[in-house]
């Protein structure tokens, strides 16, 4: 998987991700200011800032999934009515009644995915930028620039160069060593054993590409780990990067399960199995990619897993002191004013919509009690019925057939 610049440019999400580069450069350059020259420590000053930034969009989707577990009780009240009906005046019913729901509460049905389908790209553009940082970081860059540039111009540049990277198993697509970019991709994977095999390979230039070498292995190394590599190279090779997929899985665990105490989810309720699943499966798919990409997107994943359980602490303290009817009531009146420009009549907001839930499962109790009672009777008419014509002679006499007759027209008869 590689990032080049030309890529890049041509990219729908373009400029989301050379904004994202912009960002990363002006860290590194500030850090650098200080003689701190470590792209660790810029992802995650790069993590917190874009976390922040998206955080008013995290408030929207908390809020959207508070106001569904309020609507819950109804919406499901209304797909139990409508159950194992697929005529079409049932099924334009129960549209209706649910479009009436949404507009009490004013919200809709993709109200919750809005903020998501606006983050997801801006996380795409996140990792892609942190999978290949020189390729969009022009302060990095210039490094491996120093490098591929005397490189080029050395004899037999392009097969021995494949060789290097053949040894260690990296790409060695030759025709592509021609680009530049490609080359820069190369490097930036390289191990301090590559570097100096390269060095070994090209002893005319092995000052300049050992001193380069010097500054990105110091710019790639944190707490003694290569970002630049993937943590998984072997069963038998376990080292202290294999801590940042355990602690990528284990924040995301945790935060997902701090979330998903917002939504008060019914575990009956449509989608909440799925939902219970994929709180045990993404994290674990957080490990397996953690230990097969690059450990800066390791870093990374941790860093905004943490980050987003100090959030969702926040945001659950918060979203316990909000009023919701006052929520559904702006959501209300925001919705009445895109009716109005469509020349339709304004929705009614539900004056105490926070109470539905204790209305419709007092209701519940009643249709249940309702229901007992129905069975109790039924209960009731056998008993009586079993204890009166049991009350015969003895069974098979010709006295016994005739009572039966007799009981039988007086029961009828009353």
Not at 106 to 130: E, H
Request: net charge positive; with cysteine; proline share 5%.
């Amino acid at each position: 998987m590689e990032f080049i610049v030309a890529t890049k440019a041509g990219s729908i999400m373009g400029p989301i991700i050379s904004l994202f580069g912009y960002i990363m450069d002006f860290l590194f350059r500030i850090t650098s200011s200080f003689g701190i020259l470590n792209l660790g420590l810029c992802i995650i000053l790069f993590t917190i800032i874009t976390k922040l930034l998206l955080f008013p969009l995290t408030i929207k989707q908390q809020k959207s999934s508070k106001l569904m577990s309020l609507m819950n009780p109804e919406i499901q009240a209304v797909q139990k009515k409508y159950k194992g009906k697929k005529d079409q005046t049932s099924m334009t019913k129960q549209q209706m009644e649910m479009q009436a729901i949404y507009e009490k509460y004013g919200s809709s049905p993709t109200a919750g995915c809005l903020p998501m389908l606006i983050q997801f790209p801006i996380i795409i553009a996140l990792y892609r930028v942190i999978y290949n940082i020189p390729a969009y970081v022009p302060s990095v860059r210039i490094f491996f620039d120093n490098v591929v540039e005397p490189l080029q111009k050395q004899p037999d540049f392009i097969n021995k160069i494949a060789d290097v990277a053949s040894s260690y198993g990296l790409a060695i697509d030759k025709i592509d060593y021609n680009n530049a970019d490609k080359v820069v991709d190369l490097l930036y994977k390289f191990t301090p054993s590559n570097w100096q095999a390269l060095a070994d390979t090209f002893p005319q230039i092995s000052n300049v590409i050992a001193e380069n070498a010097s500054k990105i292995e110091q710019m790639n190394s944190f707490l003694g780990i290569n970002l630049a590599t993937a943590p998984f190279t072997g069963f038998t090779n376990i080292s202290i990067a294999w801590l940042i997929p355990i602690l990528a899985g284990l924040t995301q665990w945790f935060s997902t399960k701090l979330m998903s105490n917002t939504q008060q989810m019914d575990p009956d309720a449509p989608g909440a199995q799925t939902m219970n699943t994929m709180m045990m499966t993404m994290p674990l798919v957080s490990v397996f990619f953690c230990f097969t990409f690059p450990a800066a997107i390791g870093i990374y994943w941790v860093v905004q897993g943490a980050f987003q359980i100090v959030q969702q602490l926040a945001v659950n303290s918060y979203m316990n002191k909000v009023d919701m009817d006052e929520l559904i009531q702006k959501n209300v009146d925001k919705m009445n004013k895109k009716r109005a420009k469509k020349g339709l009549p304004p929705a009614k907001v539900n004056q105490n919509a926070s109470a539905n839930l204790k209305n419709i499962q007092a209701q519940t109790e009643k249709e249940e009690q309702l229901r007992n009672e129905k069975l109790s009777k039924i209960d009731r008419q056998v008993k009586e019925s079993t204890e009166f014509y049991n009350s015969d002679p003895k069974p098979g006499s010709l006295a016994s057939k005739a009572k039966m007759v007799q009981k039988y027209n007086e029961k009828h008869n009353k």
